[in-house]
DNA sequence: GCCAACGTTGGC
DNA sequence: GCCAACGTTGGC
């Protein structure tokens, strides 16, 4: 079981979004970047527990939980020249890019915001902070639990 | 809206 | 295989 951290601008795809899909569930497509891909490929696992981002929102804030239900897949809007997320170079023999399906847990009442992540000493090592670009970043249990506890929320 | 960080691309 | 140019992310 692992712990994760992935981010979504709410304006395009938010939490309550999430909420409001078919069975609280969605796929995670468009990530375009490798060391994202390698963690939903190679190291996501149903069951694994994701810590829901708000970037580009002011502040930017961990806004609840989500988890993951599915292994990875193809994303297959690599393979669609309309979508932006469109990739001619990945081959859907040999897909470039997977996503993996994220099921709507819980909002926290209490979000957490950036800046007070940024102020936690316990949190200095936290991936979110140390590859500040990177779009799904890996959470430890410690981490897990801090979160939870600045938002008020039980594990 | 700016811009720093940084990943990717492509010429050589 | 180097590295400059470029594009994107995302905090501010």
Not at 18 to 45: E, P, V
């Amino acid at each position: 079981m692992n712990y994760w951290l992935m981010k979504s601008e709410p304006d395009v795809f938010s939490i309550d979004d999430l909420a409001n899909c078919s069975n609280k569930t969605d796929h995670w497509d468009g990530i375009r970047n490798y060391m994202a891909r390698n963690f939903m490929r190679d190291s996501m696992q149903v069951g694994d527990e994701v810590l829901f981002y708000h970037s580009n929102a002011k502040p930017p804030h961990v806004a609840g939980r989500a988890k993951i239900t599915s292994t990875a897949y193809a994303d297959h809007t690599a393979f669609d020249p309309n979508s932006k997320y469109y990739d001619p170079k990945s081959d859907p023999n040999s897909p470039r890019w997977v996503m993996v399906d994220v099921t709507f847990v819980r909002k926290f009442k209490n979000s957490v915001p950036l800046p007070d992540i940024k102020a936690n000493p316990k949190l200095s090592k936290m991936m979110l902070l140390t590859h500040g670009r990177l779009s799904i970043s890996k959470v430890t249990e410690d981490e897990w639990i801090e979160i939870h506890q600045m938002a008020g929320e039980k594990i």
